[in-house]
């Protein structure tokens, strides 16, 4: 299996700051990554498709870059709606797709 | 808008099996190509991906769970299914079930998601 690694597992911001998470594949993936955001008792939502695509309607504020084993998800200017746990998952290899363990982010 | 729901007993006793079923709306199930996926995250724990149907009716599982898991499909009611055997209280979870639009795509859409409680 490949394992995905999210750094760091939690992080405190305020609203406006700067935010980037990131996530390492344990063998290429080519940019087959993707990233989801959670809010407590909610779905997850995708965000983040082939690395850095923005999925249909959410806001320019997300942005992803990277390929290989190392990834990035970038927030610009936090906003209080982006406070909830993102997640990263690959989809190069099946039949096994993994996530990453998540990333809890928390207002400051 | 497609649209997904879960479906099935809240709680499994120890031992038994499983049972979800993935009712889908606002599109047809066998058009387009599509895997239909499941996914479970115990209380306070990340995601694990338990398998997908595609469209075709060919399936993929996570292989720490294979030997106990099914995912078919039925068409004539657009819905997908989830039979997992043998549970223990570490199949207890939320499961969700979502559309995967295939490797590059991510799964876009996502079911609201049902608990299972395994206890006897």
């Known amino acids: 299996d490949i394992q995905m690694t999210q750094s760091p597992s939690s992080l405190s911001a305020s609203v406006g700051d700067r935010v980037t998470i990131t996530c390492r594949a344990s063998?290429?993936?080519?940019?087959?990554l993707n990233w989801y955001q959670q809010k407590p008792g909610k779905a997850p939502k995708l965000l983040i498709y082939?690395?850095?695509s923005l999925q249909s309607g959410v806001p320019s504020r997300f942005s992803g870059s990277g390929s290989g084993t190392d990834f990035t998800l970038t927030i610009s200017s936090l906003q209080p709606e982006d406070f909830a746990t993102y997640y990263c998952?690959?989809?190069?290899?099946?039949?096994?797709?993994?996530f990453g363990q998540g990333t809890r982010l928390e207002i400051k | 808008q497609v649209q997904l729901q879960e479906s099935g007993p809240g709680l499994v006793k120890p031992s038994q099996t499983l049972s979800l079923t993935c009712t889908v709306s606002?599109?047809?199930?066998?058009?387009?190509?599509?895997?239909w996926s499941w996914i479970r995250q115990p209380a306070g724990k990340g995601l694990e991906w338990i398998g997908r149907?595609?469209?075709?009716?060919?399936?993929n599982y996570n292989p720490s769970l294979k030997s106990r898991v099914t995912i078919s499909v039925d068409t004539s009611k657009n819905q997908f299914s989830l039979k997992l055997s043998s549970v223990t209280a570490a199949d207890t979870a939320v499961y969700y079930c979502?559309?995967?639009?295939?490797?590059?795509?991510?799964?876009?859409?996502w079911g609201q998601g049902t608990l299972v409680t395994v206890s006897s």
């Open positions: 082939a690395a850095s």
């Open positions: 998952q690959q989809s190069y290899s099946t039949p096994s797709i993994t």
């Open positions: 979502a559309r995967d639009s295939g490797r590059g795509y991510g799964m876009d859409y």
């Open positions: 606002g599109g047809s199930i066998s058009s387009g190509s599509y895997y």
């Open positions: 063998q290429s993936i080519s940019s087959y």
């Open positions: 149907i595609y469209t075709s009716g060919s399936t």
